[in-house]
């Protein structure tokens, strides 16, 4: 598996920006935006659980390209963990497969 990219983390803290998206991104993915020179594989963030910043993750999600069912939606808005939702585990892997 390739390496998450600092280009990959600005895409994704941008579309959080422009959709209001409450989350921090924790891990080696943080320390790379900070300027760490380091690599590793998938993005980490933890996201404030609240239907309305659900509906934005939802939103910046889409922006990035996923191919978002209606359950998933519905899932991240109630505030289920991405972690625990089926294909989004890997957030890195699975933004690079399902992007349009």
């Known amino acids: 598996m390739a390496a998450f990219e600092y280009r990959q983390a600005e895409e994704i803290r941008e579309a959080f920006q422009r959709h209001c998206v409450r989350y921090l991104f924790i891990g080696k993915s943080g320390a790379i935006l900070l300027g ?32 978002l069912t209606e359950a998933q939606v519905s899932e991240i808005v109630r505030g289920k963990d991405l972690e625990s939702l089926p294909r989004l585990r890997s957030f890195r892997t699975y933004w690079l497969a399902h992007r349009k």
Request: charged share 25%.
């Open 36 to 67: 760490y020179p380091d690599t590793t594989q998938d993005a980490d963030l933890f996201v404030e659980k609240s239907p309305e910043n659900g509906q934005a993750i939802v939103s910046a999600l889409r922006d990035l390209g996923f191919a």
